[in-house]
């Protein structure tokens, strides 16, 4: 297949969620098809950044967007009751140089990520396939409710545009992935429109255990300039550990990620240390005891519980960011309700290695188990194949896609 994957944002670096999956689904579906990519940016892109994408793309298309004019537009949208994020992606501009692309091009299917793209291609005769990633508006939602003034307000209102948006997508594309059941309920509301969820993966390879000295504590690692990053920061250091230097007052945290905002360097002092951007983060992982993931908001699933569990640290995290992941609470990760519970979970786990040695044994075997890139995407593959089709039986089939990649059974056939 000939296939047109539509991105917001140049899936490189992975220093982001969306980048991420962006960059290893492409990276598998080019493997037995031919891939072209049409994106935006609103920074320079190195030569070596180009590269890494370009290596497996037949072609790349990246449109230069500059702030303020994203910005102006995003306001414009807002105005006229529309969301801020598909007017901070979209551009009179865009959509012209993504019409001349797609012409050139001649796809046999235009993969589409998040409902950000959906202005540049609705237009489009092309065959399209949306993958929502995760249930935007819930994201949103949950944000404006760990917040108040005026931007509560605008969060409310961006958490209705988008729902409306993601609600439009259902009628402009012709098939739809999302990341997990719980986001695809989300999306879905009590309609019946079938939405196949495709999990991320991780390299069990890349991330594995090794046996560095643990140097710290605890660690928390993401882009700490995205929202539920620094709320999920700020909790830990804030709220939970001074629950746990009441017992340990030597427990050490290290904040370990890209673009930290003015609050998250705030936290920084003799027991807490903000790193920034760094080159590799798997050593961050590898010296620590354990990986806590405080996450209060955002949705979808949070690749820093798969990286570390596939490292072997032992995990303590929420229900908001458990309920995607579906590990075993107490068996292959500790799942805290409250921040007592949080603080207990550390507390517990830096005392007892026999707990933290049997969390990471059974972690990295769930995530090798449940998350594999290469399964994720031979189903991927799949759905565009069948939407280029337009095979009308697929929406007889009664079957679902777990998170293992293994298609499950339905009226006794494989589905």
Same mark, same amino acid.
């Given at each position: ?141 949950? $944000? ?37 059941? $719980? ?233």
């Amino acid at each position: 297949m000939r296939i047109l994957a539509v991105l917001p944002r140049f899936p490189y670096p992975l220093e982001k969620g969306d980048k991420l999956r962006a960059y290893h689904q492409l990276k598998q579906l080019a493997k037995s098809n031919q891939i072209y990519l049409f994106c935006t940016t609103h920074s320079k892109l190195s030569k070596e950044e180009i590269e890494a994408v370009s290596m497996f793309c037949a072609k790349v298309k990246i449109v230069k967007l500059t702030k303020l004019k994203s910005i102006i537009n995003a306001g414009l949208y807002f105005i006229t009751g529309r969301s801020l994020q598909l007017g901070y992606w979209d551009s009179i501009g865009t959509r012209m140089a993504f019409k001349r692309y797609e012409k050139s091009v001649k796809p046999d299917v235009l993969y589409c990520q998040m409902v950000r793209t959906m202005p540049w291609v609705e237009k489009s005769k092309t065959t399209k396939v949306i993958d929502y990633q995760d249930a935007l508006s819930t994201n949103v939602s949950r $944000r404006a409710k760990m917040t108040t003034g005026l931007w509560k307000k605008i969060l409310n209102h961006e958490a209705v545009c988008l729902e409306k948006a993601e609600q439009k997508a259902l009628e402009v594309f012709d098939r739809y992935t999302i990341i997990s059941k $719980r986001d695809r309920r989300a999306v879905r509301k009590e309609s019946d429109i079938h939405i196949d969820v495709v999990t991320n993966g991780i390299d069990a390879d890349y991330f594995a255990p090794g046996d560095e000295e643990k140097t710290t504590d605890i660690v928390f690692c993401g882009n700490m300039q995205y929202e539920p990053n620094v709320n999920a920061a700020k909790f830990l250091v804030e709220r939970i550990m001074p629950k746990v230097w009441r017992n340990l007052p030597n427990a050490t945290v290290v904040l370990a990620g890209a673009e930290p905002t003015k609050a998250v360097r705030a936290l920084a002092g003799e027991r807490v240390t903000v790193t920034g951007w760094v080159e590799d983060i798997r050593p961050y992982y590898r010296s620590a005891r354990i990986f806590v993931a405080p996450m209060l908001t955002g949705s979808g699933l949070q690749n820093k519980l798969l990286e570390a569990m596939a490292m072997g640290i032992p995990c303590v995290t929420t229900l908001v960011a458990n309920g995607t992941l579906g590990a075993t609470s107490k068996r292959e990760i500790l799942v805290g309700k409250c921040t007592d519970a949080m603080a207990s979970h550390i507390v517990r786990l830096l005392g007892d290695s026999q707990l933290r040695e049997s969390l990471s044994v059974r972690g990295r075997a769930f995530v090798e188990k449940n998350y594999s890139w290469e399964e994720s995407c031979k189903y991927l593959e799949l759905i565009l194949r069948q939407a280029v089709r337009n095979d009308n039986t697929y929406k007889q089939r009664q079957g679902r896609w777990e998170p293992n990649g293994s298609p499950t059974k339905a009226n006794g056939k494989t589905t």
